[in-house]
C-alpha cells in the first residue's frame, strides 16, 4: 500500500493547489452570507466575488392569484430577470387586486389562454390543489417551466400524472413548491446531518401549531365556498396536505429514507363551524431501522409554533425559523469548531449554533455572522431557484441543438445532467411529499396504520 | 478448444480454404480498416472542452460538454488504424476543413461553491453579450507520424481561433482516435494568452484583497464526432 510519501512530487502539489481553491471558495460562500459587509469593505471598484449575478431574464406567468397567489407576484417582483408578463384567475376581484403587484402583465380568465401566450416562458400554478394536474400537464405540453405548489395533487393518480408528465419534458424545468428544499439553512445543513454529525439517527420530532381558524369571509356563498376549501375533505387533504407536506419532506430529505408505515390520529376540537376537516392531527412515520418521525398539528394552540428536531446518538439538532441548533451529548467527540460558535441556551440546554462561519479565524477577527434570519422568505428562495435553474436549461438546450442539430433527447437529459443547479424539489420529490401527505391524512382521519406501498411512489 | 471457424476450414480442401479465407478477409476489410474519411459532425456524448488557469491564490478549471461542428476530411484521406499512415496526404498533408464552435456561457466553473460567480467573471471577460461564441476554423492538418496500430493518429493543426471578438492564428497538436461505430475522437490543447485575444485576465476583489488571474491559459479537449451517412 503507498504511503503519502509515495506520492508524486506533482501530485501532491495539484492536492495543496486544490485544497486552496477549495477554502477560498469556502470563503467565497461564507461571504455570500456577508455580503453587505463584504461591499462596504471593498476598495477595489471591480467586480468581487461577492458579486453574484443576475440569471438569465425569464418571463413568468402566475395562475391562480388567491392571497398566496399575490404573495408569488410580490416576491417576483422582487427579483430582477422575473418579469411577470401574464396572470390568470377566473375571480374578476382577484384579478384585480393582483393586477396591482403585477401592473404591466397581461389579464386572463382561461389558463389556456395564457399557456397559448408565447411571451410565457414559466408558469407558477397557485389554485386550489384539485386542480394541478389538468393545467401542469397543459403547461409542460405547451412548452412551459412549471413552478406547482405543493402538494401536487390531492389523489395519488393525479400526482402519478403531473410526475410523467414532467419526466417527460426533458426540456423543461418543473419544480414541486416545496420551498424548504431550496432554502440555504437547509442546504447548509444537509451535508452536516448526513455527515453522521449527530451520530445513529434515533428518531425525528416536528410540530406545526398555530391559533388560527382557517376561515375566510367573501361577498358570495359561492366565492365563500372556494375559499374555504380546506375545510372540507372533498376538497382538501387537510392540514397535513395543506401544511404539514413541507415538514414531512423535508425530514425525509434529511433522513435520506422513505417511511414505510404512517399512523395517524385526528380530532376535530375547537373549530366546530360546519367543517369536517380535523383541525389537529398527530402522526407517526415509521421509517427503516426503528426510527420514527413523530408529527403534530393543530389550528388550536400555538405554544413553540413550528420546528423540526432530530435526535442521533450524540446530538440532537433543532431547526426553527430556518435556524439550527446543536445539542451534544456530553460524550460525544468535539468536532474541533464548536467553541467559536454561537451558543443560546433553552431552558437546561446549550445549543450550538450552526452557521456557515462558524471559525476561529472569523471569532478572532470579529468577522463571525451574527444569527440573524435570512433575508428573504423561503417563497423566495424556491422561486429564485426555479428562475436560475429554467433560465440556465433554457439557454443549454439552446446551446445542445445548435451544436447537435439531429441531438436526441437521451443525449440532452445526459447533457442537462452536467448542469450545477440551485437546490430545488423536482417532480420526484413533488410525488413522494405528495403521496406520503396523502396517505398520512387518510392514516389521521382512519386513526389507522396505513403502510406504504412501493408502486404508489413509482411511475 | 479450437475455434468453430477453425475447425470447419480445416475441414476444406487447401485451395478451398484459401479461397474462403480470402472471401473472408474481403468481407471483414471494411471493419478491419475502420477509420475516418469523409465528413464528421460532431456528437452529444463523450466531449468537453477544459479551460485551465492559474491566479495568485489557487489554480482553476472550466468545462463546457457542448462542442458544436464538423470536420471533414478531402476526397482520398483515410483514417486506417491498423496501417502506419492515413492514406490520402500529400507531403504529410491531409486536405480536411473543420469549424469548431462552443457556446461561452456553456463553459462552467467547477468549482462546489458559487460557480455562478466564476461563470459570470468569465462571461463578461469574454464579452460573451456580444460575442456569445468561440469558434476554431482549420487551415492544415499534418500527420506527424509514424502511426502505431491501435493508437490515435498525431497531427499537427493550423487555424483560426476566435476568442471575445479577436481572431487569431494558432497551431497545436492533435490526436485523432478511430472508435466504434464510424465514431471518431480528437483530443488535444492549445495554450492560450489571454490578452492576445484582448481579454483582461480576471483580477476580481476577495475580500481580502485581489486575486489575480494569469495571462495564459490552457484550452484541452476531446471532442467525439460522428460520420455522416
Known amino acids: 500500500m503507498k504511503n503519502k510519501d509515495d506520492l508524486p512530487e506533482s501530485s501532491r502539489r495539484d492536492f495543496l493547489k486544490n485544497a486552496s481553491l477549495a477554502a477560498l471558495m469556502a470563503m467565497a460562500g461564507e461571504m455570500k452570507l456577508r455580503a453587505e459587509q463584504a461591499a462596504q469593505t471593498a476598495t477595489n471598484a471591480g467586480t468581487t466575488l461577492t458579486e453574484i449575478p443576475p440569471p438569465p431574464t425569464v418571463n413568468f406567468g402566475v395562475i391562480g392569484l388567491n392571497e398566496w397567489g399575490r404573495e408569488i407576484l410580490r416576491t417576483l417582483a422582487l427579483m430582477k430577470s422575473a418579469p411577470v408578463v401574464a396572470v390568470c384567475d377566473h375571480y374578476g376581484a382577484a384579478m384585480r387586486r393582483a393586477a396591482k403587484e403585477a401592473p404591466a402583465a397581461k389579464t386572463y380568465d382561461d389558463y389556456k389562454a395564457l399557456l397559448a401566450d408565447p411571451n410565457v416562458q414559466a408558469v407558477v400554478i397557485a389554485t386550489p390543489t384539485g386542480t394541478h394536474r389538468e393545467i401542469a400537464v397543459a403547461a409542460l405540453a405547451a412548452g412551459k417551466h412549471v413552478y406547482c405548489e405543493a402538494p401536487l395533487a390531492d389523489t395519488i393518480d393525479d400526482a402519478k400524472a403531473i410526475a410523467r408528465a414532467a419526466r417527460e419534458a426533458v426540456k423543461l424545468v418543473f419544480q414541486a413548491g416545496l420551498q424548504q428544499r431550496s432554502h440555504p439553512e437547509v442546504d447548509f445543513l444537509l451535508p452536516f446531518i448526513r455527515s453522521g454529525a449527530l451520530g445513529q439517527n434515533v428518531m425525528a420530532r416536528a410540530q406545526w401549531h398555530k391559533r388560527d381558524s382557517w376561515s375566510r369571509t367573501a361577498p358570495t356563498p359561492e366565492r365563500e365556498q372556494e375559499l374555504n376549501r380546506r375545510l372540507h375533505k372533498a376538497t382538501s387533504i387537510g392540514l397535513l396536505g395543506e401544511e404539514g407536506i413541507h415538514q414531512i419532506d423535508v425530514v425525509s430529505c434529511f433522513l435520506q429514507k422513505r417511511p414505510k408505515a404512517v399512523t395517524g390520529f385526528s380530532s376535530l376540537i375547537l373549530w366546530n363551524d360546519g367543517r369536517d376537516v380535523p383541525d389537529t392531527v398527530q402522526t407517526v412515520f415509521e421509517y427503516p431501522a426503528g426510527v420514527n418521525f413523530l408529527y403534530d398539528m393543530t389550528l388550536c394552540n400555538s405554544f413553540e409554533q413550528a420546528y423540526e428536531v432530530y435526535l442521533g446518538t450524540d446530538a440532537a439538532l433543532m431547526m426553527r425559523d430556518f435556524k439550527a441548533w446543536m445539542f451534544k451529548e456530553v460524550s460525544a467527540a468535539l468536532l474541533g469548531w464548536e467553541p467559536y460558535a454561537r451558543h443560546d441556551v433553552f431552558y437546561n440546554e446549550t445549543g450550538i449554533g450552526l452557521v456557515a462561519n462558524a471559525s476561529k479565524q472569523n471569532t478572532l477577527l470579529g468577522t463571525a455572522l451574527s444569527f440573524q434570519p435570512y433575508e428573504h422568505t423561503p417563497l423566495y428562495y424556491a422561486l429564485e431557484a426555479f428562475l436560475i435553474n429554467a433560465g440556465q436549461q433554457a439557454g443549454a438546450v439552446k446551446d445542445f441543438f445548435q451544436s447537435y442539430p439531429d441531438g436526441e433527447l437521451k443525449d440532452l437529459a445526459e447533457t442537462l445532467k452536467t448542469l450545477k443547479t440551485k437546490p430545488a424539489a423536482n417532480w420526484q420529490d413533488g410525488l413522494e411529499a405528495t403521496v406520503m401527505a396523502i396517505k398520512a391524512n387518510e392514516a389521521a382521519l382512519t386513526k389507522q396504520k396505513i403502510t406504504f406501498e412501493k408502486e404508489w411512489f413509482e411511475l | ?229
Open chain 2, 1 to 229: 478448444m479450437k475455434l468453430p471457424l477453425i475447425h470447419a476450414l480445416n475441414r476444406l480442401r487447401p485451395s478451398t480454404a484459401l479461397a474462403a479465407l480470402a472471401a473472408l478477409a474481403f468481407c471483414l476489410g471494411p471493419v478491419q480498416r475502420a477509420g475516418a474519411q469523409g465528413r464528421y459532425n460532431s456528437q452529444p456524448r463523450g466531449s468537453s472542452v477544459r479551460v485551465n488557469g492559474t491566479s495568485t491564490t489557487h489554480d482553476w478549471e472550466m468545462e463546457s460538454t457542448i462542442i458544436g461542428g464538423y470536420i471533414e476530411f478531402g476526397a482520398g484521406v483515410t483514417l486506417d488504424k491498423t496501417q502506419a499512415a492515413p492514406a490520402g496526404l500529400s507531403d504529410n498533408k491531409a486536405p480536411a476543413k473543420a469549424h469548431v464552435i462552443i457556446s461561452v456561457r456553456s463553459i462552467h466553473s467547477k468549482v462546489a461553491h458559487l460557480p455562478e460567480v466564476m461563470d459570470n467573471l468569465m462571461c463578461k471577460a469574454m464579452k460573451e453579450d456580444r460575442f456569445p461564441t468561440i469558434e476554431f476554423t482549420l487551415t492544415g492538418l499534418t500527420f506527424k507520424g509514424p502511426h502505431a496500430a491501435g493508437q490515435p493518429f498525431n497531427f499537427d493543426t493550423a487555424g483560426e481561433l476566435s476568442i471575445a471578438g479577436v481572431t487569431n492564428k494558432v497551431s497545436f497538436p492533435v490526436a485523432i482516435e478511430c472508435l466504434e461505430e464510424g465514431r471518431i475522437k480528437l483530443s488535444g490543447s492549445a495554450p492560450v494568452k489571454m490578452t492576445a485575444y484582448g481579454i483582461d485576465p480576471p483580477a476580481p476583489n476577495i475580500g481580502l484583497g485581489l486575486m489575480k488571474c494569469g495571462d495564459d491559459v490552457k484550452i484541452s479537449f476531446d471532442w467525439t464526432l460522428k460520420e455522416r451517412k
